[in-house]
């Protein structure tokens, strides 16, 4: 089966970490991804990681990937306000003759001051 | 702009009406997938078109149908709509699913 899940809520201050858990319970996934979502937007791609690989940094963005456990994690270096989004992690299946993401519930990330 | 243009960005209609969702995929991408956004259910896929063929369908009611034409572009419809069905939908395309979906700004779709 799939199931994606995600804590619902961090609140962190400027200029600190945020690190964004997400547990998922396909092992056939051969990529796992983050998006982020502005309020009013659409869902924007931040990066992500093919399931042979333990990391994968992007500037500000490390992924670090447990097969073992399935759990993906996303850390964003140096947080600013302008990270305030809903972040949601998905996984890749196939199904039928395609493929479709499964999103987790996504988190809401909130920078303050 | 991520390339995959919705049509119409917001939409408010009567119970029991049809409405029409439209979507062009970036240049290049063959594969079109359709997900429902909605605070109680999250975010659902649809269906998933390749080429003008039907390839993979999910949560998708039986009120609703999809197509994609000869020019790749694809529309959601969606008949005798109740409350319910208030939601944000979005289109995404991809050249391949491994590289990720590129999402549209979505059509906010209000039942009233």
């Known amino acids: 089966g799939e199931d994606v899940e995600q804590s619902l809520f961090l609140s962190v201050r400027e200029g600190d970490s945020s690190v964004i858990n997400c547990t998922y319970t396909d092992s056939s ?3 796992l991804y983050w998006y982020k ?11 992500y990681i093919f399931s042979n690989m333990d990391m994968k940094q992007d500037q500000r963005l490390t992924v670090l990937l447990n097969k073992k456990d399935k759990h993906l994690s996303l850390r964003i ?3 600013q306000t302008g990270d305030s989004a809903i972040y949601f ?3 890749i299946g196939l199904t039928g003759g395609g493929n479709k993401l499964t999103f987790g519930t996504g988190t809401q990330l909130k920078v303050e001051l | 702009d991520s390339g995959v243009t919705q049509t119409p960005k917001h939409l408010i209609t009567a119970t029991g009406q049809r409405v029409t969702l439209r979507c062009s995929p970036r240049s290049g991408d063959l594969s079109v997938y359709w997900y429902q956004q909605s605070l109680d259910q999250g975010l659902q896929f649809l269906i998933q078109y390749y080429n003008g063929e039907e390839r ?29 069905d208030s939601a944000l939908y979005f289109c995404a395309s991809s050249v391949q699913g491994g590289n990720g979906y590129t999402f549209g700004s979505g059509t906010r779709l209000t039942v009233v």
Do not use: M, V, W
């Open chain 1, 29 to 31: 996934s051969t990529y």
């Open chain 1, 37 to 47: 979502q502005e309020p009013g937007a659409g869902l924007q791609l931040l990066t």
């Open chain 1, 77 to 79: 270096a140096d947080t």
């Open chain 1, 89 to 91: 992690c998905a996984e």
């Open chain 2, 56 to 84: 993979a369908k999910g949560n998708i009611l039986e009120r609703f149908s999809a197509q994609q034409f000869p020019d790749l572009h694809s529309e959601l419809n969606l008949s005798s709509l109740e409350l319910g």
